[in-house]
């Protein structure tokens, strides 16, 4: 069962993460290149690493026995069975090029669990959490419940994703089996959000690491959806994910993702 402290400083904590955005967004973005592989850009910014040292800051000080998980510093393990995936900023490319669909993930674990998320979008002055039962979006100075109710016929289906490092043939035979319904777009945590909101009914996305979906398991289960990998495995897994509105378009994209 999830702790109402652990609800609560979720529901605490978009206020404080868009205070220090503000508080930090005029100053001077440093961008370096953590790839290895000099081809490819997977970048990170000086915002990157101060959004989490501050996030593991207010975790540290609220909840001092848990492990935090985080993208851009060492993992800190401890023994209880709590445990915290930060994302700073998912989306950081999005972030350098000045659009607004970039986010801080934040999620709690309990027992290997994804059981608690928080999806904030400072630019927007947007975000999603998840209580036990339901997810919510906060939106227009309000919170709104979000659920959906899956639609049942593929041809009116809208499906957005991206295949981040799959083979050409594998990502061409994909996108030819989606047709119409796909469009090859990739909006980071925004697509997952998307589809809590029902605006779309699936997102594909290749190789993503688990602080890119761990935060946002809950808020896609808790708003009626369904997320595995692409074999039909726990999301916790991570790597390639798959999310749909209901189960008869899920095991179809679980079929062709094959």
């Given at each position: 069962?999830?702790k ?9 904590l978009p ?10 967004s005029?100053k ?17 910014t000086n915002l990157?690493k101060s959004f ?8 540290t000080k609220?909840?001092?026995?848990d492990s935090i998980?985080?993208e851009?510093f060492k993992?800190?393990?401890?023994s ?5 995936t930060?994302?700073p900023i ?5 972030f350098?090029?000045?659009a ?11 027992k290997?669990?994804?059981?608690l998320?928080?999806?904030?979008f400072?630019?927007l ?5 998840n209580?036990?039962?339901?997810t ?8 709104f419940?979000?659920n ?7 041809k009116k289906f ?8 799959t083979?050409i043939?594998?990502?061409?035979r994909?996108?030819?089996k989606?047709g ?5 777009k990739s909006?980071?945590a925004?697509?997952?959000c998307m589809?809590a ?5 699936a997102v ?10 761990l ?10 959806n ?8 726990s ?13 008869i378009?899920?095991d ?7």
């Amino acid at each position: 069962m999830m702790k109402t402290k652990y609800l609560n400083f979720i529901k605490k904590l978009p206020k404080k993460l868009n205070s220090f955005y503000l508080e930090n967004s005029q100053k001077s973005i440093v961008i370096k290149n953590k790839s290895k592989n000099r081809v490819k850009f997977d970048p990170v910014t000086n915002l990157d690493k101060s959004f989490e040292k501050f996030i593991r800051n207010l975790i540290t000080k609220k909840f001092p026995k848990d492990s935090i998980v985080g993208e851009e510093f060492k993992d800190k393990i401890s023994s209880n069975k709590f445990k915290w995936t930060i994302d700073p900023i998912d989306g950081t490319k999005a972030f350098i090029e000045g659009a607004s669909t970039w986010s801080n993930l934040i999620g709690l674990s309990i027992k290997k669990k994804s059981v608690l998320g928080l999806a904030n979008f400072p630019k927007l002055k947007k975000y999603y959490f998840n209580d036990e039962k339901k997810t919510y979006v906060f939106k227009n100075k309000k919170i709104f419940i979000v659920n959906i109710k899956g639609k049942k016929k593929m041809k009116k289906f809208k499906i957005i994703g991206n295949f981040r490092t799959t083979s050409i043939s594998k990502k061409d035979r994909i996108i030819r089996k989606l047709g119409k319904n796909f469009k090859l777009k990739s909006f980071d945590a925004m697509s997952f959000c998307m589809l809590a909101e029902g605006k779309v009914d699936a997102v594909i996305e290749a190789n993503l690491k688990t602080f890119d979906i761990l935060p946002l398991i809950p808020i896609i289960q808790n708003s009626g959806n369904i997320v595995t990998t692409w074999t039909n495995k726990s999301a916790e897994n991570a790597g390639n994910v798959v999310a749909s509105s209901n189960r008869i378009l899920h095991d179809k994209l679980i079929k062709l993702l094959k």
